[in-house]
């Protein structure tokens, strides 16, 4: 399907591929995706939930945002419950959402000023942080509708996502063509696909920022977590949380997951760098580097479920953000408030601010390349 496409597939074709037509057995058993109304937008644009579920996760996406509402996976006693952050209504999604379970486009994390050069040009973007660009401006991906198309295929079920911005959109040079699915395999793993083609030259830099709580949304903070990161060098900021360009070791410093450790052993230490952030807000400069396939990167186990949540990605970094900004001032789809700490974000990524720092992996895409990203989460009790 061309990524242009507009038109959302209805009908017999909404409902999936049916597995009739899979030719197995076990695709014979494999549920297809089901569309239920979400609300409906300030403009009349009718927005709805996909339910999938397999493998025993059950997920949850609307189309508003790409955003996944809800992702359930069993405990140790196979009991599942929802293990990411969220809202029970529309209304909430649009006002007061800090990108619960959006898709971030078109560039995710920080732009510095909200100005970039590129060939030698000076694009100046949404500024919606402060002085500077986070997720992509103040209409990022996140705050639009996207394009659903469902399917099945062998043992995987599973959403197409489609959505063009179009030249000029909050500020980035050309139109682009973007193309999200996610997977959920046999397994109960949670894939990502990112594809998206330009026609003249941009930057882009596509994540996923679910907040994850592995014991329960609302089960309070997770600084019990224990987490692992393999990586050995991450980038410190300044106050605004722009990166100086610097790759840090990790070393001796809050920042050393490279054995895991619980969330918050080292939150509250009097170092520099979590003052700037009110704690955890910080790439990570992954190992391994770009690679053409995705590769471990990251083991977050909650104790008192047995949950853990492994994570492998083809990007060179990783934001790990500790909920900082959870103020009390959010009810949560389970009818708490959420607090700091209640959730983590581990979003796969380029480094933020790319485009102003030549010496980082570049985020240029060029008329006839095609940007590709892949991310997995795999769970386990």
């Known amino acids: 399907m061309?990524?242009?496409?507009?038109?959302?597939?209805?009908?017999?074709?909404?409902?999936?591929v049916t597995a009739a037509t899979l030719g197995t057995a076990h695709a014979a058993e494999v549920r297809k995706p089901v569309r239920t109304p979400f609300g409906t937008l300030a403009d009349g644009t009718r927005v709805h939930r996909w339910s999938l579920e397999n493998g025993g996760t059950r997920l949850k996406v609307l189309s508003y945002g790409g955003i996944v509402q809800s992702l359930e996976v069993p405990d140790r006693r196979g009991r599942h419950t929802n293990v990411s952050l969220g809202f029970d209504t529309l209304e909430d999604y649009v006002s007061s959402s800090p990108?619960?379970?959006?898709?971030?486009?078109?560039?995710?994390?920080?732009?510095?000023e909200g100005r970039f050069t590129l060939d030698g040009r000076t694009h100046q973007v949404s500024v919606n942080d402060g002085e500077n660009t986070l997720h992509g401006g103040a209409q990022g991906f996140d705050k639009r509708v996207w394009d659903v198309e469902p399917f099945t295929k062998g043992s995987d079920v599973g959403l197409h996502?489609?959505?063009?911005?179009?030249?000029?959109?909050?500020?980035?040079?050309?139109?682009?063509?973007?193309?999200?699915?996610?997977?959920l395999t046999r397994d109960g793993d949670w894939r990502i696909d990112y594809e998206a083609t330009t026609d003249r030259a941009t930057v882009v830099n596509l994540t996923s920022h679910v907040y994850w709580n592995l014991a329960g949304e609302s089960s309070g903070t997770v600084y019990d977590h224990e987490l692992s990161i393999a990586a050995s060098?991450?980038?410190?900021?300044?106050?605004g949380l722009i990166p100086t360009g610097e790759l840090a070791k990790v070393a001796g410093?809050?920042?050393?997951?490279?054995?895991?450790?619980?969330?918050?052993e080292d939150i509250r230490v009097a170092h520099p760098q979590l003052l700037h952030g009110?704690?955890?807000?910080h790439n990570w400069v992954l190992d391994k580097g770009i690679t053409s396939r995705p590769g471990h990167i990251a083991t977050l186990r909650d104790p008192s479920s047995g949950r853990t949540l492994r994570i492998a990605t083809t990007e060179p970094g990783l934001q790990f953000y500790s909920g900082n900004f959870l103020d009390g001032s959010l009810v949560g789809s389970g009818g708490t408030v959420y607090r700091q700490g209640d959730g983590l974000c581990l979003e796969t990524q380029h480094y933020p601010d790319s485009p102003n720092h030549p010496s980082f992996p570049s985020t240029v895409l060029r008329p006839g390349q095609t940007y590709r990203s892949t991310t997995v989460h795999s769970f386990s009790a």
């Open 2 to 16: 061309d990524m242009s496409r507009r038109t959302v597939i209805v009908g017999a074709a909404a409902a999936g």
């Open 233 to 239: 060098r991450y980038t410190p900021v300044d106050a």
């Open 278 to 281: 009110k704690g955890l807000d």
């Open 161 to 183: 996502l489609y959505y063009t911005s179009v030249d000029g959109e909050m500020g980035y040079p050309g139109t682009l063509r973007t193309k999200v699915t996610y997977t």
């Open 99 to 112: 990108y619960f379970g959006a898709l971030i486009g078109r560039y995710g994390n920080r732009i510095a």
């Open 253 to 264: 410093t809050p920042f050393d997951f490279r054995r895991a450790k619980t969330v918050g």
